[in-house]
């Protein structure tokens, strides 16, 4: 099972964090929820996967639809994860990290995603 919740911070940025695992199960559990949260009126969204334990291709889907969705209304999308853990490795064996801004730092990815 996976857990999202958000945090607006401002007029522009908003904060998502996810915990669990993204399987299958635990992408359903979230996948609505993100799309809508990431196609919201902040034009900045950054998503924190540091709380998350596995990354399978299906929530690598799902970040990518969240990511076309931001993008799509003019505003930028970046991703934080734990550096050597599971889920980067994901992102990187997949090249996602190539399309989403990948970073370890949440303030680096909120500086990245303001700019």
Not at 13 to 19: A, F, G, Q, V
Not at 57 to 83: E, F, Q, R, W, Y
Not at 109 to 114: F, G, I, M, P, T
Request: charge should be negative; aromatic fraction near 2%.
């Amino acid at each position: 099972m996976s857990i999202i919740s958000h945090d607006d911070v401002g007029q522009h940025l908003r904060r998502i964090m996810i915990s669990g695992r993204l399987d299958t199960t635990g992408t359903r559990s979230i996948a609505a929820q993100l799309v809508e949260l990431a196609d919201g009126s902040r034009k900045s969204v950054v998503v924190d996967l540091s709380d998350v334990k596995f990354l399978a291709s299906v929530g690598i889907g799902a970040l990518i639809t969240s990511a076309k969705a931001v993008k799509a209304a003019g505003g930028k999308m970046a991703v934080v994860v734990d550096p050597g853990s599971s889920v980067m490795m994901s992102l990187e064996a997949t090249g996602l990290d190539e399309l989403i801004p990948v970073f370890t730092s949440p303030a680096d990815a909120e500086k990245a995603v303001l700019s």
